[in-house]
């Protein structure tokens, strides 16, 4: 069993809501994000969603966008990003990793080649924003030849036929992008994400996270209801700017932010 296959098991049987933050490797400098990570697990994260900062980032909102041009400054590469969970993975050997980022990185570095250096150094799923399930065969071999995670997203766009073919290519969970549009922006409708939960709950049997819109304790017990995970990002990334030159203070600021969450999720805890 995956590390993240047996962090979704242990929380069913908790009857809890995964909580899974997601922040900017590099950002805003890169000796902040290990100890940033480590702040976020005693603060109640499940699990880790670590972005690989990219030029052109197409999924996300300007919150996002901005991170990755503050840890490319420092030219933060897929390479650090992997060093980064390396170091992690030297005190916290639980806790699952997925990287999130775009495919480019990856093609440069060779699917077969990446897959057994993330592996490695520690590394439990990827999500590939702009690998579409249907052209991604290797790179999943890749990935399952290592013992990680194909991670991919489902809209509220989503055909049946689609949710079929993401459910016979993904393992670890699935997320659900809870709107149209990038992330960041504050337009959840919990009512239509549960709708839409209902349906694709027929075409697999993996968890589901949500994501985009959580931006406060209210919206994550909202969430917490319907869902096996909820996926936090631009409310957390989005106190950084005003941290940046006390870059110290960051991993306990953003901790703080997710205790909140942390406390509304388990507030709702078996109410799914």
């Known amino acids: 069993m995956s590390r993240i296959a047996g962090c979704f098991s242990k929380l069913s049987d908790q009857q809890r809501t995964a909580l899974i933050p997601y922040v900017t490797a590099g950002d805003p400098q890169p ?5 940033l990570m480590h702040a ?3 603060a109640g994260a499940d699990l880790i969603e670590v972005g690989v900062p990219f030029s052109d980032p197409m999924a996300d909102g300007p919150v996002i966008q901005a991170a990755c041009e503050r840890a490319l400054v420092h030219h933060t590469s897929l390479h650090d990003v992997l060093e980064m969970v390396r170091e992690f993975r030297t005190e916290d050997t639980e806790t699952p990793v997925i990287l999130m980022g775009y495919l480019n ?3 440069v570095w060779g699917y077969a080649e990446f897959a057994s250096a993330a592996a490695a150094a ?5 999500l590939t924003v702009d690998m579409p399930p249907e052209e991604a065969a290797e790179l999943i071999s890749a990935f399952r030849d290592h013992g990680i995670d194909a991670i991919f997203l489902l809209a509220p766009t989503s055909s049946e036929e689609r949710m079929d073919i993401i459910n016979r290519s993904a393992s670890g969970f699935i ?3 809870s709107f149209k549009g990038v992330t960041g922006a504050n337009r959840l409708d919990v009512d239509a994400v549960s709708s839409k939960l209902m349906e694709v709950r ?3 049997d993996l968890p589901i996270g949500v994501g985009f819109g959580i931006r406060d304790p209210e ?6 209801r319907i869902a096996d995970a909820v996926v936090v990002g631009s409310a957390l990334v989005g106190r950084i700017p005003d941290l940046a030159d006390r870059p110290e203070a960051i991993p306990a600021a953003l901790a703080e932010t997710l205790s909140g969450m942390r406390s509304a999720i388990d507030a709702v805890a078996g109410s799914r």
């Open 40 to 42: 976020l697990v005693q």
């Open 105 to 107: 990185p990856v093609e």
């Open 219 to 224: 919206s994550a017990a909202s969430v917490a």
């Open 122 to 126: 520690g590394v439990d799923g990827v």
């Open 175 to 177: 997320y659900y992008v």
């Open 202 to 204: 027929k075409h697999t």
């Open 31 to 35: 000796g902040v994000t290990v100890p």
